[in-house]
């Protein structure tokens, strides 16, 4: 697993994680089989699950694929306590470089808040969320409230990242 790239990696993580936290996306199980096989991977789990039809395999079928998979790459199961940090993190990425809606990406982290033991960090989240949720649109400043979650997302970013590194998830 050292040897993968980067991005590779942390998305090994994440489906890691995923398992835990029952987050599981078949489609992304299946996009990651065929980019370690590109990275130079191969299991017998991992052809099997990189020959899915990311459209069609269902979490029932996925689940048990990923876990061996994991198994084979000799991936240990994430602790309980950090794979929401891990999800948490990987969210508030995904809000700072654009590729998910900061008003999507706030509700995925509100409803990790209690799993991320009520992180102050997720919780300020709720003040930028309810301003979203509550302004009719032709009255809410829509860029504005984007760029405070971001922000925020940048604070919930480095929280996770404290905690995993203290947790051994991640190098500090």
């Known amino acids: 697993m050292d040897n993968l790239p980067d991005g590779v990696r942390e998305r090994v993580l994440r489906l890691n994680a995923d398992l835990l936290v029952d987050l599981l996306r078949p489609d992304e199980a299946v996009w990651l089989a065929c980019d370690l096989l590109v990275a130079g ?12 039809s990311p459209t ?3 979490s029932a079928d996925a689940v048990p694929l990923v876990r061996q998979v994991l ?11 950090q794979a929401p940090w891990v999800v948490a993190r ?15 990406g706030a509700r995925s982290l509100w409803g990790l808040w209690w799993s991320c033991d009520t992180a102050q960090e997720i919780g300020l989240m709720l003040q930028p969320l309810e301003a979203w949720d509550e302004t009719l649109p032709a009255h809410r400043d829509d860029e504005t409230i984007r760029a405070e979650m971001r922000d ?3 604070g919930i ?12 998830v991640i190098e500090s």
Request: proline content about 5%.
């Open 41 to 52: 991977v191969e299991t017998p789990t991992l052809l099997e699950l990189a020959g899915e």
């Open 56 to 58: 069609r395999l269902t």
């Open 71 to 81: 198994a084979e790459l000799g991936v240990e199961p994430i602790d309980a306590s």
């Open 90 to 104: 990987d969210i508030a990425r995904q809000m700072i470089a654009g590729s998910l809606l900061p008003e999507d």
């Open 152 to 154: 925020l997302a940048e």
């Open 157 to 168: 970013v480095h929280a996770a990242n404290l905690r995993l590194a203290t947790g051994g």
